[in-house]
């Protein structure tokens, strides 16, 4: 997500072009990595409305760092705001790697098959999404993370305004 640009965005799906992580730039591990990654419906209306509260770029970081000129890092994302309220909640992080791994095991239950999860990772081998990707999970974790997707979802929905803040050389907010 750190190496996206506007550009890189087509009808429903982002081309995957280059790898960014903590501020190294450059290209994907493998050709596998480069195919497109589909956009689902919620976060494309999401997309949308945070394009538009950027000025509507033809071109740039999806995600810029404060000054605008470079992707953001995560990890700094992470220890600036998300560990703290983290804690605070008495959550454990697992990473961002969790996120794929989260997103295999969710499409494995809802009855996607291996092969096409494979794709959605963009893997060149299926044992690798079978083995390190794909979990099952017991009845009890389907069952609170039901709980938390009616949450989730309730606190989404109608969600008004999408931020897109940067600031200029002398520190100020736009």
Known sequence: M???????????????????????????????????????????????????????PREGWLFPNERGK?????????????????????????GWHAFRRGLASNLSELGVPDHVIQKILRHGDLGTTQRAYRKTRPKEVRKAMKKLSKRVGKATHGLKRIACVTRDKQGTEN
């Not at 990595?33 to 949308?48: A, F, G, H, Q, T």
């Not at 470079?70 to 992470?78: E, G, I, K, R, T």
């Not at 220890?79 to 309220?85: E, L, P």
């Open 2 to 56: 750190q190496g996206l640009r506007w550009e890189d965005r087509q009808q429903q799906d982002f081309g995957i072009r280059r790898s960014v992580w903590s501020g190294i730039k450059k290209g994907t591990k493998t050709r596998y990595r480069k195919s497109p990654v589909p956009i689902i419906e919620p976060l494309e209306e999401i997309l949308d409305q945070y394009w538009k509260a950027c000025g509507q």
């Open 70 to 94: 470079l992707p953001m890092d995560f990890n700094n994302l992470f220890r600036r705001n998300i560990m703290g309220r983290l804690q605070q909640a008495g959550l454990h992080w697992h």
